[in-house]
């Protein structure tokens, strides 16, 4: 073998040496492509469907900048409110599914579903769930001169009066209106669902003595509980609620199944790469878990619940399943 061969000979062998090195490098996952990026490299859009000022515009607020600040990126809130909620989810399922257009999602989400409303969209088929979620309660509440203070004493006031009792509702078709309706429908009693433009005129017409009771958010009322002016008779949730914990659940007093509120989560596109959407959900969930994000929900009348992306979409099916027989039955009609 002459020199020229020998060194040939010697240069092949380190070459399939370092290709050895390199196959082993990127099976073991050290080595990423040129291009790829941490996400987000870039500003996030997390659209709220409701106008500014509400309880869902704030909590994404509180949501985005926390995210803002972890990420060295903006989240930046757009309210796209309008047609109860489908304006915003409409503009979620055309995004491209890429991590950067969210949306912060409410309850009409299941709810238009469940009433069969007609829409440019398919929940199970358009988006992901990627969670966590927060809980906005509803409590039954009476004015503070009502001989009511329990469940049973309602039921009872209620079967008592012929043309039955009046609930205030923020609106037709909203969680508290739906949750009235169950509370009708497991207790046995006639009742009217009369609907006003927020929680607020809801607490009006009561303290007025115009309407019976509300089952609706709590937070507009306090002032007027702390008072002695209103009393707090239930909350519609499985346990008692951090938002007021002096209210017994309806389970505790006989009616389990009373269990209804307002809820906002997060969503993405379907087709959002997985490892996106479980980073998404583990930071989120990250943010919901501070003490000072819980104390300022909580004074917003929401409670944070911890779950994973699959915990989040099972939810929402459970929200579908549980209203749409509900709607048909008391024949309410959704536009």
């Keep these: 073998m002459n020199i020229m061969q020998a060194k040939r000979q010697i240069l092949r062998h380190l070459l399939q040496a370092a290709c050895h090195a390199l196959l082993c490098a990127a099976a073991a996952g050290l080595l990423a492509p040129a291009h790829a990026q941490a996400y987000p490299s870039r500003p996030v859009r997390l659209i709220s469907p409701y106008g500014p000022g509400g309880s869902n515009d704030t909590s994404a607020r509180l949501l985005g900048e926390a995210l803002s600040r972890k990420y060295k990126q903006q989240f930046v809130v757009e309210n796209k409110p309008g047609a109860g909620t489908r304006v915003a989810n409409e503009q979620l399922a055309r995004a491209a599914p890429d991590g950067y257009t969210l949306l912060w999602a409410a309850a009409p989400f299941a709810i238009n579903t469940a009433a069969g409303i007609a829409q440019h969209y398919d929940i199970h088929k358009d988006f992901v769930a990627v969670g966590p979620r927060v809980l906005g309660p509803l409590f039954l509440i009476v004015k503070a001169d009502s001989p009511v203070r329990t469940v049973a004493d309602f039921v009872r006031m209620a079967r008592e009066k012929k043309d039955g009792v009046t609930f205030a509702s923020p609106g037709i078709g909203s969680g508290p209106h739906l949750t009235a309706e169950l509370f009708m429908a497991q207790a046995r009693f006639k009742g009217l669902n009369v609907h006003y433009r927020g929680d607020a005129t809801a607490y009006t017409e009561l303290l007025s003595g115009r309407v019976d009771a509300t089952l609706t958010a709590i937070t507009t009322a306090l002032p007027f509980i702390k008072a002695g002016k209103l009393r707090v008779i239930a909350v519609s949730a499985e346990t008692r609620?951090?938002?007021?914990?002096?209210?017994?659940?309806?389970?505790?007093?006989?009616?389990?199944?009373?269990?209804?509120?307002?809820?906002?989560?997060?969503?993405?596109?379907?087709?959002?790469?997985?490892?996106?959407?479980?980073?998404?959900?583990?930071?989120?969930?990250a943010v919901l878990a501070d003490a000072q994000v819980q104390s300022r929900l909580i004074g917003l009348g929401l409670q944070p619940e911890a779950g994973d992306s699959a915990a989040f979409a099972h939810f929402i099916d459970a929200e579908v399943g549980k209203w749409g027989p509900l709607i048909k039955s008391a024949g309410i009609v959704l536009e």
């Excluded at 914990?245 to 906002?264: C, D, I, K, N």
């Excluded at 087709?271 to 996106?276: C, E, L, N, S």
């Design 241 to 285: 609620s951090p938002v007021y914990p002096q209210a017994p659940t309806f389970g505790e007093q006989g009616f389990p199944a009373v269990v209804g509120y307002g809820w906002f989560g997060l969503m993405a596109p379907a087709g959002t790469p997985p490892a996106i959407v479980r980073q998404l959900n583990r930071d989120a969930s």
